[in-house]
């Protein structure tokens, strides 16, 4: 479906939202269509999955695993 290269950088706007969830904490989780490959903007990890996440409104992807960490240690008031 996409590629992860760095010439080619994913948005939102590219992958098929089934849901989006409300925001919460400035964060916003989307479950998608099919399972997507996508570069992570806070690891650079590529990663595949149905669930994505952004950061208040933007387009940069998150993977579910930085946004729990993210959501973690905003919620204790360390900064990520």
Excluded: N
């Amino acid at each position: 479906m996409s590629t992860t290269d760095d010439q080619t950088a994913i948005a939102l706007a590219d992958l098929s939202v089934l849901v989006t969830y409300p925001s919460w904490r400035g964060f916003a989780l989307h479950s998608l269509v099919i399972v997507a490959m996508y570069r992570c903007t806070v690891c650079g990890r590529t990663c595949d999955s149905a669930r994505v996440a952004t950061h208040e409104g933007g387009e940069e992807l998150i993977c579910p695993k930085c946004f729990v960490h993210l959501i973690r240690t905003e919620r204790r008031g360390i900064p990520a």
